[in-house]
Structures are given as structure tokens and as C-alpha cells.
């Protein structure tokens, strides 16, 4: 059974840093492409950053340049550091693992990201 669970949220005024850690059990991790999305509230959700087990990284245009994905199949954790928060930012994060092949995606549960001074 694959269990996805995430931690890390908070409150941070504008401008401050968090960083959310992402770990995974019951899966081969390197057959999977590992991520993040946010949803906000009365939006949908939408992908903010992607890793392959290769390397190759994806962000969403609004994120680039502040926020960055990092993987670690050793340990199966994908983290993801974000800097320069703006209340735009504010949402719950989850991590996915979407598969290389044919399968499942497998999602978190969530961590709540508020940003408000």
C-alpha cells in the first residue's frame, strides 16, 4: 500500500521561506514522477512543481525563480523549498506521484500553506 504524507505548512508573513517535506512508503519511488499542487480556496488545483527521477524539473510560470523541487529516491522524499512567499501562495499543498508507466496517481492528504502578515 503506497502512503503518501506531507508536512511543513504553517503561517509565513510575505516574503518569508517554508519549506515542505514530502515522504513516501510502499512504492518504488523511481518509477514514478513526483510533485506539487495547490489548491486554493474556490480554485482548482493546479500543478506548482515536478520532478523526474532523472532530474528534468517543471514549475508553474508563477512560481519560478522562488520556489525549488528536490528529490531524493534514496530516501523516498521529495521537498519543496519556497522562498519569497506572496498571499497569492496561499493554499493546501499536496504531493503527488504521478506513474512513468501505466497506473495510479497517489496523493497526500494535504498541508495547509497560509501567507498574511
Known sequence: QVRVVENGGGLVQPGGSLRLSCVVSGSIFNMYITGW???????????VAAVTSDG?????????????????????????????LKPDDTATYFCNLHPV????????????VTVSS
Open 37 to 47: 499542487y495547490r489548491r486554493a480556496p474556490g480554485s482548482q488545483r493546479e500543478m
Open 56 to 84: 528534468t524539473t517543471h514549475y508553474a510560470d508563477s512560481v519560478k525563480g522562488r520556489f525549488t523541487i528536490f528529490r531524493d529516491d534514496a530516501k523516498n522524499m521529495v521537498d519543496l523549498q519556497m522562498s519569497d
Open 101 to 112: 508507466n501505466i497506473g495510479p496517481d497517489y496523493w497526500g492528504q494535504g498541508t495547509q
